[in-house]
């Protein structure tokens, strides 16, 4: 298994230019997440979901779009990058349905990608 | 905000010793997880302690919770260079979201 991967590994975009990114998980995970990374700030979460065709907001959401039309694929998009959009983006996937479902979502650890480094100039 | 936040913020040690990092949090938990994040790398998942619990082992890691506090601590016995990582807390805030405190960069020195 691959696990999680991210693409792409690292960008440099241009302020107002758009791109998306891809996550991919093959553990049949329900629940997927995109975070990013700022030095002295932890990880911080964008938006997330909770199963296939359904998202919500996290913390930052503003400035991004996401969409999970497969259950193993989470996009995240900026449609007009800006400079504070500068940032390490991690992606991770938790809760295996079917034989484990009903047990609480929080006790189940989150399996994170390698990480997109984005630079906007 | 920050549900965690860990304590130092930095820690540097030599080969050998151990290392105690600290978490605080704000609102009730049913468990507390901690990851490891070496440089350049995502998270990965370390230990999970539920609200019951109050102390866990696992390998070379002791993780304390100390409900009443809102505190959890992770101890990293005999620590190897290989232990050159950052530490995080995470606890939940509702029911899906995960959230991390800013970390501990730990260093081991040879």
Known sequence: NAGVTQTPKFRVLKTGQSMTLLCAQDMNHEYMYWYRQDPGMGLRLIHYSVGEGTTA???????????????????????????????????????????TSGRDPSSYEQYFGPGTRLTVT | SQQGEEDPQALSIQEGENATMNCSYKTSINNLQWYRQNSGRGLVHLILIRSNEREKHSGRLRVTLDTSKKSSSLLITASRAADTASYFCATFQGAQKLVFGQGTRLTINP
């Open chain 1, 57 to 99: 907001k996290g913390e930052v959401p503003d400035g991004y779009n996401v969409s999970r039309l497969k259950k193993q694929n989470f996009l995240l998009g900026l449609e007009s990058a800006a400079p504070s959009q500068t940032s390490v983006y991690f992606c991770a996937s938790s809760y295996p349905p079917s034989r």
